[in-house]
């Protein structure tokens, strides 16, 4: 009886919601599924999105409910559950030091004027936090407190999005946590899991960057500095449209198609990206600040990268330059079977901005809750 039980327990699987990752550049949608201890990679898809619609609220929408039909019609995703991530640009992140230490003295605290004097209100706002741990303030012990907002007007819209387009949502994330999630259980060591870790990625209209330690994330902060940013500079400079800034950049990333890119054009370019890229590396140095002195911590001496942006080695070693640090980009992806998918050859070996669908489908099937099995109302 115990051998058939066994066997049991290694046929079972477990099929994880559909991980839908939303920028304002692409829509990507994966699927995981676990057997034993091995986990596959069963659907992937993603659908780029014209810069044109991203400009106006409603034809981003409309936009996003239409790649998403898209991609479901192929029929390569079983189940319509799904774990998507609150849109970056309505949500809300604020780091706060309160007195209080137990859930509910801080959520009595949040309730009774703390808050108000961050401009959020209880009856507006959908309101999620975690403890980061104790600090010292002075002779004082404070709990710093990382709190999530979002409009609950929003939510509801995003919630109908996902609804239009035949989707039935069965938890919500905010992309810190997810990216956290998937690149803390990529860390190869206990030693490195540990210790403090620096995530950033680089997304389409922002930069989330992470601090964590033992599994829990300390510091977490959105940048309004991102690959957006850098294709309108070279756009500008150029004096050519958004999309083919965009182009002009993949063109330059790959050894055969740079060739064909005259030297002046591909100076101009690179000297686009450092402009942009001299005010993010100035972000993330405050960010490094900010987490030594409150946490008393080293600065860290490596950043896992993740996201599209990471594929850009121009960016990645000026960042090097700017920061005096090591950075790793990341594989999300790493050790999963993904013979039932064809991701791009070209990018196969990374799959770095996958890392925030990854961590999506993670949530749905429960795997590495410990970052975020706190998150209180």
Not at 128 to 152: D, H, M, W, Y
Not at 213 to 221: L, Q
Not at 331 to 342: A, C, H, I, K, Y
Request: charge should be negative.
């Amino acid at each position: 009886m115990f051998e058939i039980k066994n066997i049991f327990e290694f046929l079972k699987t477990n099929t994880s919601p559909i991980g839908l990752d939303v920028s304002s550049s692409a829509v990507k949608m994966l699927q995981l599924q676990s057997r034993s201890e091995k986990m596959a990679v069963i659907a992937a898809d993603e659908v780029q999105l014209s810069s044109e619609v991203c400009d106006d609220e409603h034809s981003a929408r409309d936009a996003t409910v239409a790649a998403i039909k898209e991609i479901l019609a192929k029929g390569r995703f079983q189940k319509r559950e799904v774990v998507s991530c609150l849109p970056s640009s309505k949500l809300i992140i604020k780091s706060l030091r309160l007195d209080v230490f137990e859930d509910q003295e801080i959520e009595k605290a949040l309730k009774t004027g703390t808050i108000d004097r961050i401009g959020l209100k209880a009856d507006t706002h959908e309101i999620r936090f975690f403890s980061a741990g104790s600090i010292k303030q002075g002779e004082e012990v404070k709990n710093e407190i990382i709190l999530f907002a979002i409009e609950k007007e929003a939510l509801k819209n995003h919630i109908e999005m996902l609804e239009e387009a035949g989707l039935t949502s069965v938890a919500i994330d905010t992309v810190p946590c997810a990216l956290f999630r998937s690149l803390q259980r990529s860390l190869r060591r206990v030693a490195d899991q540990e210790k403090a870790n620096v995530f950033v990625e680089v997304g389409s209209s922002y930069t989330t960057m992470i601090i964590g330690k033992a599994g829990e994330i300390i510091f977490a902060k959105q940048i309004d500095i991102a690959s957006e940013q850098i294709n309108k500079q070279v756009s500008s400079r150029l004096g050519i449209g958004i999309d083919d800034a965009i182009h002009l950049r993949s063109k330059l990333r790959s050894e055969t198609e740079s060739q064909e890119i005259e030297p002046a054009t591909r100076q101009i370019v690179i000297d686009s990206m450092y402009s942009v890229i001299d005010e993010l590396a100035r972000e993330i140095s405050l960010c490094f600040r900010y987490y030594s002195v409150t946490f008393r911590g080293q600065r860290p001496n490596q950043v896992v990268f993740a996201g599209g942006e990471a594929y850009e080695q121009t960016l990645i070693n000026a960042l090097k330059r700017h920061l005096g640090i090591d950075i790793e980009v990341t594989e999300p992806l790493r050790g999963f079977d993904l013979s039932g998918v064809d991701f791009p050859a070209d990018k196969r070996a990374m799959l770095c901005e996958w890392a925030v669908a990854t961590g999506l489908c993670l949530k749905g099937m429960g795997i590495n809750e410990r970052a975020v099995n706190h998150e209180r109302n």
